[in-house]
T-cell receptor
């Protein structure tokens, strides 16, 4: 029944590794997002996809590569992980038109050691 | 670019009392959406309340209500009858009306502690 689900919820990995976080929404929304919440709790948009097309790509290192195989899924792949990538990554989705309330997943807590 | 400012990094309130969290924003848009999200220790982002800028009536959801002052670009959240479960980070957020892909712009959050 989870509306926006992301896996894994917790991830501890070493510097230099490559990792992926998966996200799926069952709300029928057209738009999906990745947000990053840093250690100071500040939430910032990273990417936005609308119907599988990349719409927003904020100033994010190209080690981060989102992929949307269909409009219900938006995965985040991170290459060559660095200590500064440690954060909570939130996937989210919203409908097109009308109330554009954004619904969030539970977050994926990434720790790079 | 839109900005959202929450001037109170931390607040506390006694259980059953009322507390107001402040939020101001800057935009040149005439229509937009405003939100308050709650983030408890579990880290889940939970929508508390939302407001459309063209509606003058303040939104209310049970114990939560807002004071929306469009001219002043102010959007404060009032929590009545505070409960221990209200302890959380509260984020004010702004969204332009959309073409389907407008992200939220968040403030830096206010950490609210409800004390028994």
């Amino acid at each position: 029944d989870t509306a926006v689900s992301q896996t894994p919820k917790y991830l501890v990995t070493q510097m230099g590794n490559d990792k992926s976080i998966k996200c799926e929404q069952n709300l029928g929304h057209d738009t999906m997002y990745w947000y990053k919440q840093d250690s100071k709790k500040f939430l910032k948009i990273m990417f936005s996809y609308n119907n599988k097309e990349l719409i927003i790509n904020e100033t994010v290192p190209n080690r981060f590569s989102p992929k949307s195989p269909d409009k219900a899924h938006l995965n985040l792949h991170i290459n060559s992980l660095e200590l500064g990538d440690s954060a909570v990554y939130f996937c989210a989705s919203s409908p097109t038109g009308g109330w554009n309330t954004i619904y969030f997943g539970e977050g994926s807590w990434l720790t790079v050691v | 670019a839109q900005t959202v400012t929450q001037s109170q990094p931390e607040m506390s309130v006694q259980e059953a009392e009322t507390v107001t969290l402040s939020c101001t924003y800057d935009t040149s848009e005439s229509n937009y959406y405003l939100f308050w999200y709650k983030q408890p220790p579990s880290r889940q982002m939970i929508l508390v309340i939302r407001q459309e800028a063209y509606k003058q009536q303040n939104a209310t959801e049970n114990r939560f209500s807002v004071n929306f002052q469009k001219a002043a670009k102010s959007f404060s959240l009032k929590i009545s009858d505070s409960q221990l479960g209200d302890t959380a980070m509260y984020f004010c957020a702004f969204m332009k009306p959309n073409s389907g892909n407008t992200p939220l712009v968040f403030g830096k959050g206010t950490r609210l502690s409800v004390i028994a």
